[in-house]
T-cell receptor, first 113, second 113 residues
Framework: EDKVVQSPLSLVVHEGDTVTLNCSYE??????LLWYKQEKKAPTFLFMLTSSGIEKKSGRLSSILDKKELFSILNITATQTGDSAIYLC?????????????FGTGTQLKVEL | DAGITQSPRYKITETGRQVTLMCHQTWSHSYMFWYRQDLGHGLRLIYYSAAADITDKGEVPDGYVVSRSKTENFPLTLESATRSQTSVYFC????????????FGPGTRLTVL
């Protein structure tokens, strides 16, 4: 059974702090790993990673994948209150009939003033 | 409206009733998905569809029925609602089967009394 585990489950930081969110996985036929941000509505896409060791960056957010050790991290530097959200990690794997996403339970981040 | 929409946004029903949740996308994406999101479980795939008239089970399909007679619509029916189906339901779509992001609808919060 495919498994995606995120840690920590939740954390509270102060504005300006840097945070690192973790995602480890065990899946067969790995295709890609995706990060989503979920505020009080639908998840919105952040990154897709397919190759090991190549950092994806968007503003203060960055992510990297280690396919050998089966994990990914999402870094957020200089956090702002608007970064408060649930961050979801999902792993795409090829299954009979197509590709499917398996989601982790998410990390709830709260950024305080 | 452009994008992916769900209706209703909120629904309260009683045990044993049939409920249909609607999902509509305007992008002509081939792939559509139904997830449920529950505390402690993250997002779990219920059903997905690769194209009109092609559907397949996901991780938690029991108690649900889907159809896809038109590319843009992917309704989810709970044939006889149970309390355990109280959840937030998200519909998503994507262009291709893999290596690309899924776009999520705003969600339907369903309560079964």
């Amino acid at each position: 059974e495919d498994k995606v585990v995120q840690s920590p489950l939740s954390l509270v930081v102060h504005e300006g702090d840097t945070v690192t969110l973790n995602c480890s996985y065990e899946v067969t036929n790995f295709r890609s790993l995706l990060w989503y941000k979920q505020e009080k509505k639908a998840p919105t896409f952040l990154f897709m990673l397919t190759s090991s060791g190549i950092e994806k960056k968007s503003g203060r957010l960055s992510s990297i994948l280690d396919k050998k050790e089966l994990f990914s991290i999402l870094n957020i530097t200089a956090t702002q209150t608007g970064d408060s959200a649930i961050y979801l990690c999902a792993v795409e794997a090829h299954k009979g009939g197509g590709n499917k996403l398996t989601f982790g339970t998410g990390t709830q981040l709260k950024v305080e003033l | 409206d452009a994008g992916i929409t769900q209706s209703p946004r909120y629904k309260i029903t009683e045990t044993g009733r049939q409920v249909t949740l609607m999902c509509h996308q305007t992008w002509s994406h081939s792939y559509m998905f139904w997830y449920r999101q529950d505390l402690g479980h993250g997002l779990r795939l219920i059903y997905y569809s690769a194209a009109a008239d092609i559907t397949d089970k996901g991780e938690v399909p029991d108690g649900y029925v889907v159809s896809r007679s038109k590319t843009e619509n992917f309704p989810l029916t709970l044939e006889s609602a149970t309390r355990s189906q109280t959840s937030v339901y998200f519909c998503a779509s994507s262009v291709l089967a893999g290596y690309n992001e899924q776009f999520f609808g705003p969600g339907t919060r369903l309560t079964v009394l």
